[in-house]
Every structure is written in C-alpha cells, then in structure tokens.
C-alpha cells in the first residue's frame, strides 16, 4: 500500500516501518515521512495491518453501495465501448497505413537497386514489413469483432461483486483491491479521504486534495469524518 498511502496534515508519504515492543513483539506502522525526518508534523504513527484492513474494508464498502456499483459500471460500459469503437481501431489503421507506405519505398528501393547487398538487405526488410502487417491485419481483425460485442451494464455489475467479495484480513485480497481501485489515501488521525482510480490513473496530489476537500460531494472519492476511532486499533472495527 506504500506509494498511496500520505500524510493529510502535510502531503509526505506514509511509510512503511516496524518497531520493537518492550516485550520483544515486532510491530508493523505507518509513519509520516516529514514527521519522521525533521519531527514537525503532528501526524500520529498508523497500526500498518490495521489501516489496510480498515481501507479495504471501506473500498469495497464503497464499491458495493448499490447505487455507486451501478455508476461504476456504467462507466466501465462507457469506457470499454467507446476505447473499442474508435481510439484502438484508429491506432491500428493508422500503423497499417505506415506499414504500406514503407513498403513501397522499399519495393522502389529493390527496383533501383544495383548491387547485390542492398537488394538482400531490401528483401529482409520487406519480409519483417510483411510479418508485422499480418499480426496489425490478425489484431484489427480481432478488434472489430470485439466492437460488435457490446459490454452489458449489469454484466460489469456482477463482475464487480464477484471481485470485492473476499475477506479484508487476506493480503491477496487486500493487494488486488488496492490495485484495482485505490489512486490514493490522505490519513488524518481522526479521518481519512480516500480517492479512486480514474481513467487516466493519475495520482492525487496534496494541493487538488485540498481544494477537494473545500468542496465536498466529488464523485471519486469519500471522507471519512467519524472521528477519534482511527487510531484505536481493535477497538476502532467498531464503526
Ligand atoms: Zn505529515
């Protein structure tokens, strides 16, 4: 979870750390870099497996709410059919029309040709020209069959329950729903603002955070406001 994981009072990054007990327990902790470092940030150490649990527990909370599970699929459907419709098979004519271009002037050069060498060297060319424009043929081929089938909202719905169903104190779980659906997490001790990946997949810096935070009711992430309950370990499973 490290790399998504800051610190909401000063932007550092969370990271990783373990520690000894006076009884010999190693025990596992997320640390604000500054804080760490230079000792001028006020944000308290996190109990590592705790606040991961705690994340996933909430994402899939969050991803499961019936009403946001069927926006989340929508635009799933959206994205899936749009990207099959154009920007692929676009991509794809475009480099067969490069590949025929460069064909012919090899074909010219071949013709013109005068010496042995270079029509050798001509004939390989056009041979790996030819291979990589059957693959281009085989995948647009592919892709256009794929455009014809359309994506179906409640498919993408069930799927997605499918996914988050699994249990929060797994780290296989743990690490496939962070990777699917965490951009990034801002801890406060008494809150947390978690963001979710976007179509772009960029990350969440401090600044956007903050004036995020100014306008509440964004559509790509959730504020956690139940206070004091954070840092309590055990006892804070209780929400
Ligand atoms: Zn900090």
């Known amino acids: 979870m490290q790399g998504k994981l800051f610190c909401g009072y000063c932007g550092s990054p969370m990271v990783a750390e373990s520690g000894r007990s006076s009884t010999g327990n190693v025990y ?9 470092k230079h000792r001028d940030c006020k944000k308290k150490n996190e109990k590592k497996d705790f606040i991961e649990w705690y994340i996933v527990e909430q994402i899939c909370e969050y991803v499961l709410e019936p009403k946001r599970l069927e926006y989340i699929a929508g635009r799933v459907v959206e994205t899936y059919n749009a990207d099959l419709g154009n920007e692929a098979v676009e991509e794809l004519e475009k480099r067969l029309r490069s590949i025929d271009a460069e064909l012919d002037k090899v074909t010219t050069a071949i013709i013109n040709a005068t010496t042995r060498g270079v029509i050798d060297r001509m004939n390989e060319r056009a041979e ?3 291979l990589e424009k059957a693959d281009a043929e085989i995948d647009l081929a592919r892709l ?3 455009a014809g089938i359309k994506l179906q909202e ?7 329950r499918g996914f988050c169903q699994g249990d929060p104190l797994d780290l296989d779980f743990r690490r496939k ?3 699917a659906f965490l951009n990034s997490v801002y801890l406060y001790d008494d809150k947390l603002v978690m963001y979710f990946n976007v179509k772009d997949g960029k990350q969440i810096s401090f600044i956007e ?3 995020d935070s100014e306008e509440p009711g964004g559509e790509d992430y959730i504020e956690d ?15």
């Open 28 to 36: 596992y902790y997320y640390s604000c870099a500054k804080r760490n």
């Open 128 to 130: 790996a020209l030819e």
């Open 144 to 146: 256009r069959v794929a």
């Open 154 to 160: 409640t498919e993408v719905a069930a799927f997605l």
């Open 177 to 179: 729903i962070i990777d």
């Open 209 to 211: 955070m903050l004036s």
């Open 225 to 239: 406001e139940n206070s004091s309950s954070l840092n309590g370990g055990g006892s804070s499973a209780n929400r």
